[in-house]
């Protein structure tokens, strides 16, 4: 289960299999939605840290639960609950995933991976990344995005609630085709957090 969440925040492609070979294909924006991703480009940049719970459920039936911690730019830490044993940290350069019960850590490019868009330092709806769908409810606004140069990096879809505008979850997918939601609850915003949540030190048993 876990590493289905890896596969799709870590290293995924976009599902689209039509797309991959090329860029994605930009949504053309109405008025509606250049004031909706303005606002949205407001909103997240002025978070500048973040914690809460998540609820992460996969479309092959994997669930897991634990806490996100986020500080901009480029630092992010996920602890899932047990029996899991995953430990996820961006420290703003790479996303670690840590198996603390193989003590296996891999190592990929923040850049080359979907969460890059939520925890970099200038958060913009345009230029190197496109977004490709604007879906709205009366209550809820999705926009689905991905990195224009390289689309196979992924695709995530951000789901607010609206009035007031609020982060609730974001999607990815993988290029199985398999869906990962995360869900966001009890979540605080504007709160320091202490930069040793985002640095990984090995256990002294890890190097026996």
Not at 150 to 165: A, H
Request: hydrophobic share 40%; aromatic share 8%.
């Amino acid at each position: 289960m876990s590493v289905v969440f890896v596969t799709a925040c870590l290293s995924c492609a976009t599902g689209v299999a039509d797309n991959l070979a090329g860029r994605p294909l930009p949504k053309i924006l109405n008025v509606q939605d250049k004031v909706d991703l303005k606002r949205l480009e407001t909103y997240l940049e002025e978070i500048k840290t973040l914690k809460g719970r998540f609820l992460q459920v996969s479309s092959d039936g994997g669930v897991a639960t634990g806490r996100v911690f986020m500080s901009r730019p480029g630092l992010m830490r996920f602890e899932y609950d047990p029996p899991e044993t995953i430990l996820l940290i961006s420290d703003g350069l790479f996303f670690m995933f840590i198996d603390k019960y193989s003590e296996q850590i891999t190592h990929v490019f923040l850049k080359s991976t979907p969460l890059n868009f939520l925890i970099r330092e200038n958060v913009q709806l345009s230029g190197d990344v496109t977004v490709t769908k604007i879906e709205r409810t009366p209550a809820v606004l999705r926009v689905t995005i991905q990195d224009t140069e390289e689309p196979e990096n992924g695709s995530i879809t951000m789901v607010f609630s609206d009035k007031p505008l609020t982060l609730r979850k974001w999607i990815v997918i993988d290029p199985q085709n398999i869906e990962t939601s995360v869900t966001l609850t009890g979540v605080q915003t504007g709160i320091e957090l202490i930069p040793e949540l985002f640095v990984f030190r090995k256990k002294p048993s890890w190097d026996r």
